[in-house]
């Protein structure tokens, strides 16, 4: 026996990692994408009318911070932001605590993005109200990842509304970058491969162990980026996160010259490959500023998809039928 | 009048290698004789057990746990921590010494031990090897084995220099003391919160590779070979709760080679896995940290062949608050010195058939020879009356809201277990019994 007693459950309208959702799930969630993006804007401002949804944010964020704040806005709710720069926190309150006084406020879920890993399984189990992970150190990033879904499916003419084991099938999504650091790597590498396509990761062994293997049975790792290139629909690039770096040795001008995506390397390998990036982008590191701005290019249009899948999050969680 | 008869047990002594039905008599806090079932009934008795059904053994014995005073008496007390070793059936525990200030001085050593602290059962202490366990100075190896230092250790933290851990190693053979190492190369293992390893990939946590074990424990081991062909010395290496096959396999070789090397392998560690961290269960936290399957077998294979040389829980009692925390951030440590039994009878013994008498050996014979005592661990007459009783068959579950530690960190609780204490005696006064202590 390897194994003994388990943790108690989460709220079934939180959202911790991609692995807690089924594919119905899935489907669901980009149904009420399209549903409440197809709805006039007075309509969908009543779906969460009155009701109370706190951001605690533990890190600096740009476009997920804003993203949730402005899909909950938009369905009509009541947000308040905590970080942990202008709160108790930093005079060294627990989470636990931070989230009891939440819940003690009103706060109906709670969107958590916090630089410990499982930090929103915590926070899950010591509420017990609907948490949404908005990135959890080094470990997920799931609304990016249904995000990236549905930007891909959109871009490649697939239906938008609904999800199976196979819409995937025949698309091939290279990820390529600092895997080791990366929750956006993580969540998509997992959910991915469940929705039919093949996920190859690409990068050098210290940003990229053999351990990335074990996040889905069908992943693949190449470490040349061209070989990886040729067989690519999705080119996914990642931010070197030189944050998390500690211990480990990089050679920039090395990585740049093996692994930067260029417009050189697009037309040589896969004219025709969607590029996205979750962002923050390092232009000229990980990829070439022309091929950011580029045709091929779904970046922006990902930034889009976020608020739009994060409001069929919202109501999710807060258990509404849109 | 004699002070006390059990009846009918299965008696079971590894030292004397004993393993019959008998009757044993208590006399003065000390075994006084061990005969045939029905051999005393002429005497006039005060007290007396009906054993039947039950293995009778020497009280167990762990080298290693934290009882937390003092300084951090919200974890547990040596009252309560002792309470919870006795209904475990231990009759002596070694008290670590990273205590809130370390027991690094006589007096605090001296304070430890004293009858004020109310211990249950016979508690021994192993002061720290250095100075506040900064790696740094030698604490006084003399005076504090004169004290009662039954071993040095800096448990929690490695000795990582090596003129400090040679000094350690050579000092403690003049006392003919073991120091016992807590095996870790920090320098590898900053940021790191579990095992090295998938889970740890897929739970986006910075793992400790086996080597961060396995480096320390050759180092130390070259250590030992230098010093007895420079010295003359036969120091003596004790390796605490080892987890990877790796450094095993070293301990094995070394032993093979006839130098000094005890080590200890924690329940959890041939019982669970890193897969009992998914979900962030900071319960199953500790350090050393869970390990694959591959190196969980490999400590049930060191201890079937004998490499490893004793059980010891490291029962490391943490607050709930303290473990409500981020994963990165909550304290290492699990209890464990009420499910030791249970485990190792489940696993060892039913699942990988090693004898009842082994265990009895790895849990009571075997750490009384590590730490030199000479009356304890075995049911010799004249030894002291340190008696566990249990059910060896019996199937129960562990429920850690009725443990008597302090603390209820624990990856065990509602947990199957084989083997019940059913009594522990210890020095002849009967400190739990059923479920209760007295």
């Not at chain 1, 150190?137 to 509304?161: C, I, K, N, V, Y």
């Not at chain 2, 199937?395 to 084989?418: G, I, R, V, Y």
Request: glycine fraction near 8%.
């Amino acid at each position: 026996m390897t194994t003994e007693n388990t943790l108690p459950a989460h709220h079934p309208g939180s959202l911790l990692s991609v692995n807690h959702l089924s594919i119905p799930d899935v489907s669901e969630i980009l149904a009420a994408t399209a549903r409440i993006e197809a709805m006039p804007a007075p309509e969908r401002a009543k779906l969460l009318a009155g009701r109370r949804v706190a951001l605690l944010f533990y890190e600096s964020s740009t476009r997920t911070r804003t993203s949730f704040e402005l899909a909950a806005k938009s369905l009509g709710a009541t947000t308040t932001l905590v970080s942990d720069k202008s709160s108790s926190i930093e005079k060294g309150e627990s989470l636990k605590d931070t989230g009891i006084t939440l819940r003690a406020l009103g706060a109906e879920a709670i969107i958590l993005r916090h630089n410990a890993s499982g930090a929103p399984d915590l926070l899950a189990r010591m509420t017990g109200l609907p948490v949404l992970n908005a990135g959890d150190g080094m470990h997920e990033h799931p609304s990016q990842a249904l995000l990236d879904f549905r930007t891909m499916l959109t871009r490649l003419g697939l239906d938008a509304a609904s999800a199976s084991e196979t819409c995937l099938k025949g698309v091939t999504v290279v990820i390529t970058g600092d895997i080791r650091h990366s929750r956006v790597a993580r969540s998509n590498a997992m959910l991915l491969p469940r929705l039919g396509a093949r996920v190859i990761l690409c990068g050098p062994e210290p940003l990229l162990p053999r351990e990335a293997l074990s996040l889905h049975p069908a992943i693949e790792i190449e470490r040349d980026l061209d070989r990886a290139l040729s067989q690519a629909s999705v080119a996914m690039m990642l931010r070197i996160q030189k944050e998390r770096l500690a211990g480990l040795s990089l050679d920039l001008a090395a990585y740049i010259e093996g692994y930067q995506l260029t417009e050189a390397r697009i037309a040589a390998h896969a004219p025709n490959v969607l590029v996205m990036h979750p962002g923050p982008m390092i232009r000229g590191l990980e990829i070439q500023s022309e091929v950011a701005d580029g045709p091929n290019s779904a970046i922006e249009e990902q930034v889009r998809h976020g608020l739009a899948i994060r409001t069929a999050l919202l109501v999710r969680a807060l258990g509404v039928n849109a | 009048m004699t002070d006390l008869l059990i009846r009918n047990a299965h008696v079971i002594d590894p030292a004397t290698s004993l393993d019959a039905q008998k009757d044993v008599l208590v006399r003065e806090g000390r075994i006084s004789a061990i005969e045939h079932p029905g051999a005393f009934t002429t005497l006039e008795i005060k007290d007396t057990i009906d054993a039947a059904g039950l293995a009778l053994a020497p009280g167990f014995i762990d080298v290693h746990v934290h009882l937390r005073e003092p300084g951090q008496t919200w974890k547990e007390t040596i009252a309560t921590g002792t309470r919870a070793a006795a209904a475990g059936g231990y009759t002596t525990v070694v008290a670590m010494p990273n205590t809130v200030p370390v027991n690094d001085t006589v007096e605090s050593l001296t304070w430890m031990l004293a009858p004020e602290r109310n211990s249950a059962i016979n508690l021994l202490a192993m002061p720290a090897a250095t100075q506040g366990s900064l790696g740094e100075h030698l604490t006084h190896y003399e005076a504090l084995a004169m004290g009662g230092a039954v071993g040095f250790t800096d448990d929690g933290k490695p000795i990582l220099d090596d003129h400090v851990m040679r000094a350690a190693l050579v000092t403690a053979a003049r006392m003919g003391l073991p120091v016992s190492q807590h095996a870790e190369d920090t320098r590898l293992t900053g940021g790191c919160s579990m095992h090295a390893g998938p889970v740890a990939f897929r739970l986006g946590l910075r793992g400790m590779t086996v080597e961060a074990e396995s480096n320390i424990v050759e180092r130390d081991i070259a250590l030992l070979r230098e010093i007895e062909s420079d010295e003359g010395l036969r120091p003596h290496l004790h390796v605490q709760h080892v987890s990877t096959a790796k450094a095993l396999a070293a301990i094995r070789q070394a032993k093979q080679q006839g130098l000094h090397v005890t080590c200890e392998a924690a329940p959890h560690h041939f019982t669970l896995t890193d897969d009992a961290l998914e979900g962030y269960n900071t319960n199953a936290k500790m350090n050393p940290p869970l390990r694959a399957e591959t190196d969980r077998l490999a400590v049930i294979e060191a201890i079937l062949d004998g490499t490893v040389d004793c059980i010891a829980t490291d029962h490391a009692p943490h607050a709930a608050h303290e473990k409500e925390v981020e994963f990165e951030r909550a304290p290492n440590g699990i209890t464990g010195i009420e499910t030791a039994l249970g485990l190792a009878l489940r696993v060892l013994h039913r699942q990988h058939g090693l004898p009842v008498a082994h265990i009895v050996a790895l849990m009571s014979n075997n750490p009384a020879k590590i730490i030199h005592l000479k009356d304890r661990g075995s049911l010799k007459a004249g030894n002291y009356a340190d008696i566990v009783l249990f059910d060896p068959a019996a199937e129960w579950t562990f429920a850690a809201a009725q443990s008597l530690s302090k603390s209820k960190n624990t990856p065990f609780d509602q947990a199957p277990m084989l083997g019940r204490v059913h009594a522990t005696i210890s020095e002849g006064r009967v400190v739990h019994r059923h479920g209760t202590a007295r």
